[in-house]
């Protein structure tokens, strides 16, 4: 079975402190993705990766970043944080389709994190 | 940009009866369309999907229809149990304005399906 794991899932920061979210995958992926997820907005991309140091920016990319230096890490970070970055964090990662065809996306338990 | 919309937001139906959630999509050039059911404390899981070679696929209780002409999906649980509530996504692959895969989904805001016993 496909294993994607967030190395938290409850977190507390404080407004301004720099965080880190971390998430490991176990099948050769070479994608991932980090979402962010609140009630009535679904699940919204922040960032992927589809290699090694390579990243894009998703739909809410603003006061995040990532980091991939291993294949099968991928980092979620948060400058400064601030009280609007309250929310759950999930991370995903799924295979290179062939072509034209999208792949399923395997996701984490997710990361709720807190700023106060 | 491009997105899916999904209804309704919530839906609560009585044990053994179909519940049915529906989903709608921008992308033309869509043609993968997962669904994830995403329990209490927990990531989501895929549970069916459906490539726009096919207009139906069952799996046990499960069924996904797709009408690619008027852009839209839906998933069909029938004699749903308790442990048929959770939250359901439906999402749809995301292309490129020439037509090439991105690897990227697009979701919608989710279905809280509540099974009353």
């Known amino acids: 079975d496909v294993k994607v794991t967030q190395s938290s899932r409850y977190l507390v920061k404080r407004t301004g402190e720099k965080v880190f979210l971390e998430c490991v995958q176990d099948?050769?992926?070479?994608?991932m993705f980090w979402y962010r997820q609140d009630p009535g907005l679904g699940l919204r991309l922040i960032y992927f990766?589809?290699?090694?140091?390579?990243?894009e920016k998703g739909d809410i990319p603003e006061g995040y970043s990532v980091s991939r230096e291993k294949k099968e890490r991928f980092s979620l970070i948060l400058e400064s944080a601030s009280t609007n970055q309250t929310s759950m964090y999930l991370c995903?990662?799924?295979?290179?389709?062939?072509?034209?065809?999208?792949?399923?996306?395997?996701f984490g338990q997710g990361t709720r994190l807190t700023v106060v | 940009g491009e997105n899916v919309e999904q209804h309704p937001s919530t839906l609560s139906v009585q044990e053994g009866d179909s519940a049915v959630i529906k989903c709608t999509y921008s992308?033309?050039?869509?043609?993968?369309f997962p669904w994830y059911k995403q329990e209490l404390g927990k990531g989501p899981q895929l549970i069916i999907d459906?490539?726009?070679?096919?207009g139906e696929k069952k799996d046990q209780r499960i069924a996904v229809t797709l009408n690619k002409t008027a852009k839209h999906f839906s998933l069909h649980i029938t004699e749903t149990q308790p442990e048929d509530s959770a939250v359901y996504f439906c999402?749809?692959?995301?292309?490129?304005?020439?037509?090439?895969?991105?690897?990227?989904?697009?979701f919608g805001t989710g279905t809280l399906l509540a099974v009353q016993p």
């Open positions: 992308d033309s050039a869509s043609n993968y």
């Open positions: 999402a749809a692959d995301l292309h490129l304005n020439y037509g090439g895969a991105t690897n990227k989904l697009i």
């Open positions: 995903a990662s799924s295979f290179l389709g062939q072509g034209n065809m999208n792949t399923e996306a395997f």
């Open positions: 990766s589809y290699d090694v140091k390579m990243k």
């Open positions: 099948m050769d992926h070479e994608n």
């Open positions: 459906i490539r726009s070679n096919v």
